[in-house]
């Protein structure tokens, strides 16, 4: 967190990080199976870019652009899949936007607060005055 309380730069260090692990999968796997470096991306590239993001998640749309590329530009390196749309393959892959996948997070986070399955007092949050819905 920066001096203005923003994750700019920290949000641009974990998508650099994943950009180089999602580069390694592609240079380093010897298979060309789809399913297997979908697996691969998920598991080693997908948990850098969502581990603590109910904390920094962003909130910006350039921030949230340069998360979803990583993903965006993995899938476009895959085999057959690189003349379809990203929606396309993310259909094809049966895989997730890294937004909805971060909302999940918050929203289970939010779930473990109000039915107290974790340690934090949820009774600060429950006692509004009003809620402001943008």
Known sequence: MDSKLKFFKHIGNI????????????????????????????????????????????????????IESVQRRFTKRLRFLNNMSYSQRSISLDLESSE??????????????????????????LHCDKIVVY
Do not use: M
Request: proline fraction near 1%; include cysteine.
């Open 15 to 66: 998508v650099a990080r994943a950009h180089n692990r999602a580069n390694l999968i592609h240079k380093c796997f010897l298979s060309l199976d789809v399913q297997t470096l979908k697996r691969a991306f998920t598991v080693h590239v997908s948990l850098l870019l969502e581990y603590g993001s109910c904390v920094w998640s962003p909130h910006f749309k350039s921030e949230i652009d340069r």
């Open 100 to 125: 909805i996948r971060r909302l999940r997070q918050d929203l289970l986070l939010t779930y473990k607060i109000v039915f107290g399955l974790i340690n934090i007092d949820s009774s600060n949050f």
